[in-house]
């Protein structure tokens, strides 16, 4: 099982609105990251997890809150976010042998429009 | 300043052309991996090379790492619709990961 999944696949919020964007895989991978693309770009980079802990954060604005609440399962909280921030929201994940440069599988994404 | 440049940045073609996107760097990467990402969903990965001078192929798609490690390119020959979408390369130096500017590729039918 090499599958990484997201829910949901879409989602609209206003920025007044609290929503979790969620990341699930069952392939024993040990890191896991968000990232952030917008269309016909490359992603960009946002937190990476590694054994459960945070080990990466990119500067990212604190409307953005990652959890990772066990091995397999990696959280986006949202919240007051602006319309800029509509985006596709990339999870994927790696063997994480400790150093941040496994090969990555990602999730198909979750869709993010912001009103 | 993106440590890994790709080339076309978007490119359109017909049904049965050859074409080659490049993925440049004055950088050294100890491994270099490409992806294709269709509209809507995440990047798949289609290979990853780690030798320098390494050539892959995965049917109609041919991939190459350089001598030096310094750069990759992938060829696709006779392309088909269904190879439209964003080509990605990523590679891994200085213990960090990163992703090329990426090519957006259409082929019409």
């Known amino acids: 099982d090499t599958e990484v999944t997201q829910t949901p696949k879409h989602l609209v919020m206003g920025m007044t609105n609290k929503k979790s964007l969620k990341c699930e895989q069952h392939m024993g991978h040990r890191a896991m990251y968000w990232y952030k693309q917008k269309a016909k770009k490359p992603p960009e980079l946002m937190f990476v997890y590694s054994y459960e802990k945070l080990s990466i954060n990119e500067s990212v604005p604190s409307r953005f809150s990652p959890e990772c609440p066990n091995s397999s399962l990696l959280n986006l909280h949202l919240h007051a976010l602006q319309p800029e921030d509509s985006a596709l929201y990339l999870c994927a994940s790696s063997q994480g042998s400790g150093r941040y440069v496994d090969t990555q599988y990602f999730g198909p994404g979750t869709r993010l429009t912001v009103l | ?109």
Do not use: M
């Open chain 2, 1 to 109: 300043t993106q440590l890994l440049e790709q080339s076309p940045q978007f490119l359109s073609i017909q049904e049965g052309e050859n074409l080659t996107v490049y993925c440049n760097s004055s950088s050294v990467f100890s491994s270099l991996q490409w992806y294709r990402q269709e509209p809507g969903e995440g990047p798949v990965l289609l290979v990853t090379v780690v030798t320098g001078g390494e050539v892959k192929k995965l049917k109609r798609l041919t991939f190459q790492f350089g001598d030096a490690r310094k750069d990759s390119s992938l060829h696709i020959t006779a392309a088909q619709p269904g190879d439209t979408g964003l080509y990605l390369c990523a590679g891994e130096t200085g213990n960090q990961f990163y992703f090329g500017t990426g090519t957006s590729l259409t082929v019409i039918p």
